[in-house]
């Protein structure tokens, strides 16, 4: 999923699944993460997502439960896409969040997700971001 996404410097994405590993054990042992996989009869793994309870502010109204549903960590294998997959493993996610009373389910696209979660009825919303890279030193 990552490499489709950008390049990354050799040993990176091996030491980000480590980390990754580590926390998604921590969330499922607090009931935080949940996932789909999409297999074929043989166990052979052709599309898998993730919905994490993140954390969130408490608010007035139905929303402010102190977590939301948020999607993530989507992947088809490229022959696989186009079959149905995605859109399945994300309606059962969104189905176990509405059984569970959550008001809203949220999720980053990337250009790959956009069309399927756009069917689903996802709307872009209002978040805004800023990156915070180092400044590079000028030259003396």
């Known amino acids: 999923m990552w490499r489709e996404l950008r390049r990354f410097r050799p040993g990176e994405l091996d030491r980000h699944d480590l980390v990754y590993r580590r926390w998604v ?35 007035p109204g139905p929303l402010g439960r102190g ?5 993530l960590s989507m992947y088809t294998e490229r022959p696989e896409r186009g079959r149905g997959y995605a859109t399945w493993i994300v309606q059962g996610l969104v189905a176990w969040s509405r059984a569970r009373g959550y008001g809203r389910v949220l999720l980053h696209a990337s250009r790959f997700g ?3 979660y756009e069917r689903l009825g996802f709307e872009n919303g209002s978040e805004m971001r800023l990156a915070l890279r180092p400044r590079r030193r000028p030259r003396p």
Do not use: C, H, N
Request: charged share 25%; hydrophobic share 45%; glycine share 6%.
């Open 67 to 71: 977590e939301i549903p948020y999607i």
């Open 114 to 116: 956009r069309p399927v």
């Open 25 to 59: 054990r921590r969330q499922m042992a607090a009931g935080k993460f949940r996932a789909l996989l999409a297999e074929r009869p043989d166990g052979t793994v052709l599309a898998s997502g993730a919905l994490w309870l993140m954390p969130s502010q408490p608010r």
